[in-house]
């Protein structure tokens, strides 16, 4: 099984980006898939998660302006970034809890995203 993240840029703040991240491989099913961010110097932490039933969560910092949505049939997961601020600059991981063999977790290598001011 493979993750592959696209979308990530360099985008004034105000601006906004859409990141995909497209499973491969034998999977028969998809449960949550999300969005987890890294900034330099900062710990790791989840952005955005949607759940096979469309339900979602989102960290605090990102309501009302992120949103998360998946296709099932194309087993991808995107993120809509809209009102795009310099704090929200790192690199986005996405992932995907998936029944291959067995269940397991998935990540994307990852995708820079840069917020100028």
């Known amino acids: 099984v493979q993750l592959q993240a696209s979308g990530g840029g360099l985008v004034q703040a105000g601006g906004s980006l859409r990141l995909s991240c497209q499973a491969s491989?034998?999977?028969?099913?998809?449960?949550?898939m999300g969005w987890y961010r890294q900034a330099p110097g900062k710990e790791r932490e989840l952005v955005a998660r949607?759940?096979?039933?469309?339900?979602?969560i989102y960290t605090a910092s990102v309501e009302g302006r992120f949103t998360i949505s998946r296709d099932n049939a194309k087993k991808m997961v995107l993120l809509q970034m809209n009102s795009l601020k310099p704090d929200d600059t790192a690199v986005y991981y996405c992932?995907?809890?998936?029944?291959?063999?067995?269940?397991?977790?998935?990540w994307g290598k990852g995708t820079q995203v840069t917020v100028s001011s």
């Open positions: 992932y995907a809890d998936v029944l291959s063999a067995i269940w397991g977790e998935y």
């Open positions: 491989g034998t999977i028969f099913s998809i449960n949550d």
């Open positions: 949607i759940t096979h039933s469309d339900s979602t």
